[in-house]
């Protein structure tokens, strides 16, 4: 398994912007999927955004596209959360993951490796 650290996190007003950052312990970083997933009190964990290994093909999920930004670094073995426009409802932990391929993914089963996960708080 991969081990992720995600951090970035913290408290924000409604309107203002955060970058997450998640860093792999991997040699083989280039060659997986990642995405990031949140998870809101009392919710199911859900999708935010992913992208393949090779950075050149992204997905959101509805509630997030056009304000988040998901871009990876190979070199750095890091992957990026840019979100801006945040809004209460987007108060959550935030988790990354390491797919298992190389393709990004949408499901979380795709994906074999979590990090502990960072708070994201959004004040009204």
């Known amino acids: 398994q991969v081990q992720l650290v995600e951090s970035g996190g913290g408290l924000v007003q409604a309107g203002g912007s955060l970058r997450l950052s998640c860093v792999a312990s991997?040699?083989?970083?280039?060659?997986?999927?990642m995405g990031w997933f949140r998870q809101a009190a009392g919710k199911e964990r859900e999708f935010v955004a992913g992208?393949?290994?090779?950075?050149?093909?992204?997905g959101y999920a509805d509630s997030v596209r056009g304000r988040f930004t998901i871009s990876r670094d190979n070199a750095q073995n890091t992957v990026y959360l840019r979100m801006n426009s945040l809004k209460p409802e987007d108060t959550a932990v935030y988790y990354c993951?390491?797919?298992?391929?190389?393709?990004?993914?949408?499901?979380?089963?795709?994906?074999?490796?979590w990090g502990q996960g960072i708070q994201v708080t959004v004040s009204s």
């Open positions: 991997t040699r083989t970083f280039s060659r997986f999927g």
């Open positions: 992208i393949n290994s090779g950075g050149n093909n992204k």
């Open positions: 993951a390491a797919a298992s391929h190389p393709a990004g993914s949408r499901q979380a089963y795709d994906y074999g490796s």
